[in-house]
T-cell receptor, first 115, second 114 residues
Framework: AQTVTQSQPEMSVQEAETVTLSCTYDTSESDYYLFWYKQPPSRQMILVIRQEAYKQQNATENRFSVNFQKAAKSFSLKISDSQLGDAAMYFCAYRRGGGSEKLVFGKGTKLTVNP | DADVTQTPRNRITKTGKRIMLECSQTKGHDRMYWYRQDPGLGLRLIYYSFDVKDINKGEISDGYSVSRQAQAKFSLSLESAIPNQTALYFC?????????????FGPGTRLTVT
């Protein structure tokens, strides 16, 4: 069974600095997708970034980028120029390809941004 | 207006009561989902629907039922609520593959069963 592990329950960063959140996953599949979701205090889950396993290039969305290491099964999220609004729970998630509907979530990392 | 709305936002009910959580979306997506979030456990899939006539069980469907009244509406029912169903419930939608993993979530319903 696929599993997603976020080893950092909590992280903190100074405003305008850079922080990296870690995620590892376990799968025997070759076709899959990885995601980072953000859950601010408002509770709503918001998709931050997506990575297709077949793509070698790391995904980037503005200040958010990932370091996808397929062989190591690692998928970290880097937040550059951190802003107060980045404070949230961040969940790493995995979805097998081939039409699977199951989205496997990690347990989350709580990010605090200090002014 | 929000693309995915849920009602109610918060609900306290008693053991044994029937309760319905409602979800509506304006994204025009065919696929809709119900998830449950518990502290330390992340999100788990309860039910999902690909269209009005296609309902599927997720990983934790026992004790729940759903109804897809229209493309835009997907409701979750607890026929006889029990305390361990206390959780945060999310409705979500998604587009067709290969973007099916991109879930658009509602604001969540916090349910407490006493």
């Amino acid at each position: 069974a696929q599993t997603v592990t976020q080893s950092q329950p909590e992280m903190s960063v100074q405003e305008a600095e850079t922080v990296t959140l870690s995620c590892t996953y376990d799968t025997s599949e070759s076709d899959y997708y990885l995601f980072w979701y953000k859950q601010p205090p408002s509770r709503q889950m918001i998709l931050v970034i997506r990575q297709e396993a077949y793509k070698q290039q790391n995904a980037t969305e503005n200040r958010f980028s990932v370091n996808f290491q397929k062989a190591a099964k690692s998928f970290s999220l880097k937040i550059s120029d951190s802003q107060l609004g980045d404070a949230a729970m961040y969940f790493c998630a995995y979805r097998r390809g081939g039409g699977s509907e199951k989205l496997v979530f990690g347990k989350g990392t709580k990010l605090t941004v200090n002014p | 207006d929000a693309d995915v709305t849920q009602t109610p936002r918060n609900r306290i009910t008693k053991t044994g009561k029937r309760i319905m959580l409602e979800c509506s979306q304006t994204k025009g997506h065919d696929r809709m989902y119900w998830y449950r979030q518990d502290p330390g456990l992340g999100l788990r899939l309860i039910y999902y629907s690909f269209d009005v006539k296609d309902i599927n069980k997720g990983e934790i469907s026992d004790g729940y039922s759903v109804s897809r009244q229209a493309q835009a509406k997907f409701s979750l029912s607890l026929e006889s609520a029990i305390p361990n169903q206390t959780a945060l419930y999310f409705c979500a939608t998604s587009d067709l593959p290969p973007r099916a993993g991109d879930k658009y979530f509602g604001p969540g319903t916090r349910l407490t069963v006493t």
